[in-house]
């Protein structure tokens, strides 16, 4: 849709390439563009008429808001927002298991919603909120769905258990009570070998009920 | 003499109740740690180069431009030029650098160059004929048999069953021992017949007859039968797929000590297998592990992956490295369990009564062959005749799978019965229970049986094949049963009581995810009258006494039985210690809801911590050991020997070929429960992984490249929740199974699923979909194809 709109206010000239989108016009929407400059200066370059900001190849300067922190490292633009977690800053609840966004283990919540942190570079989760797992525990005390995964047995090797727990926070969220149709949607990004299956139904029921 | 025997019912506090997973909190909450997650100071990340090719040899590699690059820290060539490969995926050189990235980057400019060999992928039946005996092992058979990694065991079996072609000579000897060939098969080779004759003349075939059975009479039998049955069954290679990956992270702390942090299921036995290819004493390897992200049978070894970190640690000043496989990786060489199918034909007279089966069954654990499954499974009919043809090919190792062979036997032979049930126009439930005196626990199933079928609506549910058809939907019901042994296993536990009334236990054991921690805390808990979470539980590391490795249902009987024998002797000695205190002999006492008390006069009594107080400086410790040779268990409080019974309720879209489990039941027996709802997660995790290889998985061979097709967590499917329906468990308890002591559980609830589904859909549509997973294409094929022989 948003190409749609695009290429309504910017109509292909000769000078660009036939994507529909103007490239001026894609840096001004893309997150990338509009959250590193803040952090770094990328080297620009000419390509198809127009100017690119690259980063690297070499390290970049990064600053991350992960659980209400600020964190800094100078990372690769290669870099996963999930490895930078678990490598740089040592927050390693979300998992690294398919690490091509097939089995939801790397769950993380940015600006509240359910991501794949395996699939978003590092550098383009900058000036957003990034919540983890570890997070969730308000004092010392589980956050009820985590209680509710506890109540109903709902971990098993629990290797998968962060990224449900987290997409299940967001599920709820979004949904306080919900369908069997919204957690066949919102669940089904989320892969577990040992079969939990029905304590995180459970779960997620017990919360459901309470309103959570 | 203590009395180490379980306590009966009244006299349980938590064994047998219900009580919360005790590192729950760990898991939801992000804190635990798992060996991917462990970062050591100044880590290093190792990347493996693995072959392309399915089949060839290592002929130069150059790894000049790799070792120049800035971050690089070590290399280590794993299999030189001039080694065979044996699968695609194998691993060749491995690089230590300072970030992933780096590594990766070191491992891609590294230059090999591979001579292709033919290679053998696939797994589909014999050419008539084309089985080979095996004929004495050449000195290159049993080289081929170890880089191929075929068990330990099974090597060993083979040389002292069909002797050696050569003379072993010291030079050969010392060869082996330097390449770190275990003591065992070195030994099995200097006792082994040798056959000079058979030099150079020894199979080399892909196809090597396995076994060949035959008892009473396997061919006239079916003279005598009022039905006979033939069917192709079987199940296909599928993959462990463990959510964390193999791998480990190791350092050198000094010159020889090893430090080692590694997924696993065998924190006991890893230093024992590291010790000999990296030339240390196993004394000098410590080993750790806090949590597991899954084994199911995969992870027992350090692998040539685990040994290649502490390689690369070596040479880079004993830094840490770590190798976590890629997911591509793990799926390819990491776990497979063998595919087994069959020709089957099975005999029946008018009344169910089983006569006679017959099998040519095969299969494939890659390079090694694999054997027979235990097929007929659970039923010992009286006339029998069975042929087995392994088949050697390259698609990389198999490894245990959760109760190995036994799913495969399931799918095989309760596929088959039920195909003869439906020929004597039987409902099964009374074909199966017609015949369930052939079994080694007839009273087991007799007695679960009828639960299951109250809990799935059988007697309701169930109509002759293909009679339950609403619109496009087909309705239908199956089942299987399905045995185990699962004795518990070797195990030594410390347990100390100290002054301020903290307990602690040490033990070398390990949680895969099946609820360890929790059964130890438990049967601790209970003899000292406390909750399982005020037990401080310390596992998963060689500091602590060895206990076995989880795998085949045996830890929970092995950690339970030395638990109790610690705890009832430190009990004991801490009764003693404050009986003058309440003015009572030890023996009149009992430690209860957190005090200890006189038992006829509960109201003389201290709390726990005063009680505690009373023990003196030192804490009291105690040691517990349970044996693997149940005669030296006196008592013995572990069993082996279970029973199950599952049942399947499916609907099948006709018009698509989808199958959708809609209703699911497991009756599952394993001795004395130490923690029901444990258990019952145990039982319904192996219906969904069940239901799992039963309807989406299989590791798919391409046979013109010979690499696996769907290495990934896409095209590799496991079940998703929405693919699971109701589940019910039913565990068997009380008279005729707490008595029998602890038996273990992981593995006999994981066999029965394939088979008990396959019927389910064959009583839907019609039809038998014989080989697993039950696919689209696959019921709609089988539709087809009757329909045609219909018409």
Request: proline share 6%; hydrophobic share 40%.
């Amino acid at each position: 849709m948003h190409d749609e709109e695009s290429r309504r206010k910017n109509p292909p000239d000769k000078n660009e390439t036939d994507s529909g989108v103007s490239r001026r016009e894609f840096l001004k929407i893309s997150t990338i563009a509009a959250a590193v400059p803040v952090i770094t200066a990328p080297n620009v370059v000419m390509a198809g008429g127009a100017d690119v900001p690259v980063h690297g190849p070499g390290k970049v300067p990064l600053q991350l808001n992960v659980n209400g922190k600020v964190l800094k490292a100078s990372l690769e633009p290669r870099v996963t927002l999930l490895d930078a977690l678990r490598d740089n800053f040592d927050i390693t609840g979300a998992k690294r298991v398919c690490d091509r966004a097939e089995c939801g283990a790397c769950t993380v919540l940015v600006d509240d919603r359910a991501v794949y942190a395996c699939s978003v570079l590092a550098i383009e989760a900058q000036g957003k909120k990034i919540t983890t797992v570890e997070a969730l525990m308000d004092q010392g005390k589980l956050h009820p769905i985590q209680q509710a995964f506890v109540d109903n047995d709902a971990s098993q090797c629990g290797f998968c258990t962060p990224g449900f727990v987290v997409a299940c926070k967001a599920m709820l969220d979004r949904h306080p009570d919900p369908t069997p149709e919204d957690i066949l949607h919102e669940l089904s990004g989320n892969l577990c070998r040992c079969g939990t299956y029905a304590g995180i139904r459970g779960a997620v029921a017990q919360v459901a009920r309470k309103g959570a | 003499m203590p009395d180490y025997k379980w306590p009966d019912a009244e006299h349980r506090t938590l064994i047998g109740k219900r009580t919360l997973r005790v590192d729950s909190p760990d898991k939801v909450s992000g804190q635990a740690r798992y060996t991917y997650d462990v970062k050591r100071p100044g880590l290093l990340f190792g990347k493996m180069l693995r072959a392309p090719y399915a089949h060839c040899k290592v002929v130069s590699i150059d790894i000049s431009a790799a070792e120049k690059m800035p971050g690089v820290k070590s290399i280590q060539i794993v299999q030189k030029a001039g080694s065979t490969i044996h699968w695609a995926g194998d691993e060749v050189v491995a690089v230590a650098a300072v970030d992933e990235a780096t590594a990766e980057d070191a491992a891609r400019a590294i230059q090999v160059q591979y001579e292709k060999l033919p290679h053998l992928v696939s797994d589909a039946e014999p050419p008539a004929g084309a089985g080979e005996s095996q004929g004495p092992l050449s000195i290159d058979d049993l080289g081929d048999m170890l880089d191929n990694q075929v068990p330990e065991r099974q090597i060993i079996s083979m040389i002292q069953e069909y002797g050696i072609s050569f003379t072993p000579t010291d030079q050969d000897v010392k060869e082996a021992k330097e390449e770190g060939v275990p003591a065992s098969i070195i030994e099995a080779v200097q006792k082994a017949t040798v056959h000079p004759e058979a030099a150079g003349k020894t199979t080399k075939s892909n196809y090597v007859k396995a076994a060949s059975q035959t008892q009473a009479d396997g061919e006239k039998a079916f003279a005598e039968c009022d039905a006979v049955a033939e069917g192709l069954y079987g199940a296909p290679v599928i993959t462990h797929c463990c959510m964390e990956a193999h791998g480990s992270t190791s350092e050198w702390t000094d010159a020889d000590h090893l430090f080692v942090h590694m997924s696993t299921q065998n924190v006991s036995g890893i230093a024992g297998q590291m010790a000999e290819p990296l030339k240390v004493p196993a004394a000098n390897i410590r080993v750790h592990q806090d949590h597991v992200g899954g084994g199911f049978g995969s992870k027992f070894g350090p692998d040539r992956w685990g040994i290649v970190t502490a390689e690369l640690s070596k040479k880079a000043d004993g830094k840490p490295v770590r190798m976590m496989l890629e997911r591509d990786s793990e799926l390819k060489v990491a776990g497979a369990r063998p595919s087994a199918y069959a020709r089957v034909k099975v005999g029946a007279k008018k009344d169910g009564t089983l006569v006679v089966w017959q099998s040519q069954s095969w299969g494939t654990g890659g390079p090694g062959g694999g054997g027979m499954p235990p097929i007929p499974y659970c039923f010992s009919i009286p006339n029998q005749r069975k042929e087995h043809t392994a088949i050697r090919n390259n698609i990389g190792p198999a490894r245990a799978w959760r109760a190995p062979n036994h799913p495969q036997a399931a799918v095989l032979t309760m596929c088959a019965l039920d195909d003869l049930a439906a020929q004597l126009k039987m409902d099964p439930y009374e074909f199966f229970l017609k015949n369930i005196e052939l079994t080694r626990l007839p009273q087991v199933y007799k007695d679960e049986f009828p639960i299951a079928a109250e809990l799935i609506g059988w007697k309701e549910k169930w109509r002759p094949r293909g009679m339950n058809l609403s619109g496009n939907i087909a309705r239908g019901v199956g089942l299987s049963l399905h045995t185990w042994g699962g004795r518990g296993h070797a195990s030594d536990c410390d347990l100390s009581i100290h002054p301020d009334g903290s307990v602690d236990i040490k033990m070398g054991t390990q949680d895969i995810g099946t609820g360890t921690r929790t059964c130890i805390a438990v049967v601790a808990a209970d003899a000292l009258g406390l909750r399982a979470e005020d037990i401080k539980l310390y596992i998963g590391d060689t500091l602590y006494p060895p206990s076995g490795g989880s795998g085949g249902s045996t830890t929970p009987g092995g950690v339970s039985s030395s638990t109790r024998r610690a705890v009832v002797d430190a009990r004991d000695a801490l009764l003693a210690k404050v009986a003058p205190a309440l003015n009572a002999q030890a023996e009149d006492l009992e430690a209860r809801d957190g005090r200890v008390q006189v038992k006829s006069d509960p109201s003389r009594s201290l709390t726990w911590k005063e009680a505690c107080s009373k023990i003196g400086a030192t804490p009291i410790t105690a040691h517990g050991h349970n044996d693997q040779a149940a005669a030296k268990n006196k008592p013995d409080l572990t069993n082996s020997g279970v029973g199950g019974v599952q049942m399947a309720e499916v609907e099948v879209d006709i018009e698509t070929g989808i199958v959708k489990v809609t209703k699911m039941v497991a009756v599952q027996d394993c001795g004395l429960i130490i923690d029901v709802r444990l258990a019952e997660s145990s039982v319904m995790g192996a219906m969904i992984m069940g239901i799992s290889y039963s309807l989406f998985e299989e590791k798919v061979m391409d046979p013109a490249t010979g690499r696996m097709l769907n290495a990934d967590m896409e095209f590799y499917r496991l079940a998703g929740l929405n693919d699971i329906p109701e589940l019910k468990v039913h565990m068997m308890t009380g008279q005729g199974y707490d008595e029998r002591g602890v038996i273990g559980l992981g593995e006999p609830p994981a066999v029965s699923p394939g088979a008990a589904i396959s019927n389910a859909v064959a009583n839907a549509i019609g039809v038998r979909v014989g080989v697993l997973p039950i696919t689209p294409d696959k019921v709609l094929a089988a539709m087809n194809s009757a329909q045609k022989a219909g018409a």
